[in-house]
């Protein structure tokens, strides 16, 4: 460990289980130094298992639906206290779609499913980020980072809605992160992963393929959810003093790859059968 985040304080939204980026997020920031505040919804607390998670990194655990102005208005006033003080980095790890759980076609989709996606999945990164920019409770210089996928550029017909919601994820992310720029300092990105097989991914029809293909296609094959944590803990620090409004893929070089050798020799193995 490099001690990158001694001294800093920050709020990890979304942690629910071990397989999740968010919980591996906040066991590498308290272990580069970090003091964390642990949130998610009620109903993902009764779920998931993080109160161990708080107790490896004696953190406190604050319910609140990030779809709420009331609830972040709360957890964003305690946290300031808990830490006395500003915070310094927030991870947003929220995202979930009712119409791919439901297995909606997206030529069928169902408009008032879709509508809780994108206040889930992307307008709660607005809402937390106006919270705290008018409460002024970012610190000088800090982070703000959220997680998003490729299917936000590009066409991946399994991802559905959450595509949509993906796509605004990071406008939002370019948007505010100007206006955080200018009056603090505060450095807003988004983080497009490879698939995870996380607790998440598990509602997405035919992530096992999905998974299998883009670490096939990728050279360095797929990253995982404790490489990503490595990433974004990076982001938190300040060796990133500069990087702001950027969507940054950490994805083994999926993104920029046309096609590799490895892969069109599989195809053209499946064309032959």
């Known amino acids: 460990m490099y001690d990158l985040l001694k001294g800093k304080k920050g709020i990890i939204f979304g942690a629910l289980n071990q397989r999740s980026i968010a919980w591996q997020t906040a066991?590498?920031?308290?272990?580069e130094g970090a003091r964390l505040?642990?949130?998610?919804?009620?109903?993902?607390?009764?779920?998931?298992?993080?109160?161990?998670?708080?107790?490896?990194?004696?953190?406190?655990v604050i319910a609140a639906d990030a779809t709420s102005i009331e609830d972040l208005l709360t957890l964003v006033d305690r946290a300031v206290e808990h830490f006395g003080g500003k915070v310094d980095f927030v991870l947003h790890s929220i995202a979930m779609s009712p119409n791919v759980r439901k297995a909606v076609p997206y030529e069928d989709i169902d408009?008032?499913?879709?509508?809780?996606?994108?206040?889930i999945s992307a307008l709660s990164f607005h809402k937390m980020m106006n919270v705290l920019y008018n409460k002024d409770a970012m610190a000088q210089g800090g982070s703000i980072v959220a997680l998003t996928y490729i299917a936000g550029e590009r066409a991946f017909p399994l991802y559905g809605d959450m595509a949509e919601a993906k796509a605004m994820l990071e406008s939002v992310a370019r948007s505010f992160g100007v206006k955080?720029?200018?009056?603090?300092?505060?450095?807003?990105?988004?983080?497009s992963q490879s698939p995870t097989l996380t607790t998440a991914g598990d509602g997405i029809k035919g992530m096992n393929e999905i998974y299998r293909y883009a670490d096939k296609l990728s050279p360095l094959g797929n990253a995982s959810a404790e490489e990503c944590a490595g990433y974004i803990v990076s982001l938190f620090s300040d060796l990133t003093k500069k990087v702001t409004m950027q969507n940054l893929y950490h994805d083994g070089g999926f993104s920029a790859t046309g096609i590799t050798e490895e892969a069109l020799d599989i195809f053209n193995k499946g064309l032959e059968k």
């Open 111 to 119: 408009y008032a499913f879709m509508q809780k996606t994108l206040d």
């Open 37 to 60: 505040l642990l949130s998610n919804t009620p109903a993902a607390l009764r779920m998931g298992d993080i109160q161990t998670l708080a107790d490896i990194c004696k953190a406190e």
């Open 180 to 191: 955080f720029a200018r009056k603090c300092g505060v450095r807003v990105n988004t983080v």
């Open 27 to 31: 066991l590498r920031a308290h272990e």
